[in-house]
């Protein structure tokens, strides 16, 4: 358990950090960092119920989606603002790393299987964002289109 709340503590500090780095507004830091341990804390839940790493990179990708979607609509940014510092807990770090390390030392199979999860990580990233934005847009269309066919 506390490795878990060192792992959301950390979560919230490295989103924060990027925040800063990326120079959001000082009143869009908070949400942000919030937004990256939002991600984690569902990264870990789906992990502990599934114990694989696709779904809980999609799923947590998915709550990094709609989090930064929702501030982006309450603070009146762009979503990207959020989404960042949002997915940066998820990025595979340590995995790129020994992907890395594997193929500099010449262990070409070890390096394939990390680089292997690297890119499952990453894709199953992209599409839990890409499927948060895709809906709202859809959503979005929806709606213009039954407003435009009142007459409004």
Known sequence: MQTIIIQLISAFAGSAGFALVFHINRNCILPAAFGGFLSWAVYLLTEAVTGGFMLPCFVGALAAGIWSEAMARAFKKPAT?????????????STCYATMNSLVNGDILEGLQHGNVLV?????????????????????????????????
Do not use: E, H, N
């Open 120 to 152: 499952l990580s990453m894709v199953f990233i992209a599409l839990g964002t890409s499927v948060v934005s895709a809906f709202l847009y859809t959503v979005q269309c929806i709606r213009k289109d039954s407003a435009a066919r009142k007459g409004c």
């Open 81 to 93: 603002v959020f989404l960042i510092s949002g997915i940066i807990p998820l990025i595979p770090g």
